[in-house]
């Protein structure tokens, strides 16, 4: 089994900051790309940022600037730094993964439960 937990939402201001933690666990042969998408129900997933396994990075233009995705390979997981937020930036944000989990099988994606962030005064 392949888990992976978020973890870093909440309430924030105008203009404050939030960081987000993806962690993967289980069953990992490797893992390439990761990355964070955000969405509100009812409406499509977007992508946010995401960055490959050699640390090459590519943002939304709506977060460029204000984000920074970053990974940690040794450990398996992916942050989002979130600065100088807005309230339009309020989202359910998920993350995820491109896993493989054994050297025979192909890579698949996997996803995380989500985590609110909310953008308030």
């Known amino acids: 089994q392949v888990q992976l937990v978020e973890s870093g939402g909440g309430l924030v201001q105008p203009g404050g900051s939030l960081r987000l933690s993806c962690a993967a666990s289980?069953?990992?042969?490797?893992?390439?790309?990761m990355g964070w998408y955000r969405q509100v129900p009812g409406d499509q997933r977007e992508l946010v940022a995401t960055?490959?396994?050699?640390?090459?990075?590519n943002y939304a233009d709506s977060v460029r600037g204000r984000f920074t995705v970053s990974r940690d390979n040794a450990k398996n997981t992916v942050y989002l730094q979130m600065n100088s937020l807005k309230p339009e930036d309020t989202f359910v944000y998920y993350c995820?993964?491109?896993?493989?989990?054994?050297?025979?099988?192909?890579?698949?994606?996997?996803w995380g439960q989500g985590t609110q962030v909310t953008v308030s005064s």
């Open positions: 960055i490959t396994r050699g640390g090459l990075a």
């Open positions: 995820k993964a491109e896993i493989q989990r054994t050297a025979w099988v192909l890579t698949r994606d996997y």
């Open positions: 289980g069953s990992i042969f490797s893992i390439n790309a």
